[in-house]
């Protein structure tokens, strides 16, 4: 029942995502400082950093237990960004960046179960993953403030 479940949301969750794009309507909480235009135009190629974006969007936008559903592509994420970092941004503060995301993300993959029924705990998990994704962001717009 568990999986049949799963596939019903995971099939929802696509059929969703047909339509999205990286201008699309669903937002990102609020508090998370938004990349300026230089550093939006270089995340633009970065595609691991478009997907953790779009599955960071999808969670803010639903339920936070259904998060727990995105945390593999979360880990999937973040590692390929941390293997495919564009070349200005390829600087100690935003691979410690990606380090504080990576930490985030494998708490909330470890620590929750896929049978956590506590809203609360995963809402904090989710909380923290966005602060980190802020912070991400906070140094992608500096980085390239600095090197200019």
């Not at 960046?97 to 985030?104: E, I, T, Y």
């Not at 470890?110 to 993953?129: F, G, M, P, T």
Request: net charge positive.
């Amino acid at each position: 029942m568990k999986t049949l479940l799963l596939t019903a949301f995971s099939l929802l969750l696509l059929s969703c995502n047909q339509g999205i794009t990286s201008n699309n309507k669903l937002a990102l909480n609020s508090n998370i400082e938004k990349l300026r235009p230089p550093s939006e135009l270089i995340v633009q190629k970065w595609d691991a950093y478009q997907n953790l974006e779009s599955n960071l969007k999808l969670i803010c936008n639903t339920n936070p237990l259904n998060a727990t559903s995105f945390r593999e592509r979360l880990m999937t994420n973040v590692k390929a960004m941390e293997l495919n970092i564009p070349e200005p941004f390829n600087t100690k503060s935003v691979k410690n960046s990606l380090k504080g995301m990576d930490r985030q993300i494998s708490s909330f993959y470890y620590e929750v179960q896929e049978d956590e029924l506590s809203k609360r705990v995963v809402q904090r998990h989710v909380n923290d993953i966005m602060k980190a994704f802020g912070k991400l962001n906070q140094t992608l717009n500096r980085t390239l403030t600095y090197s200019d």
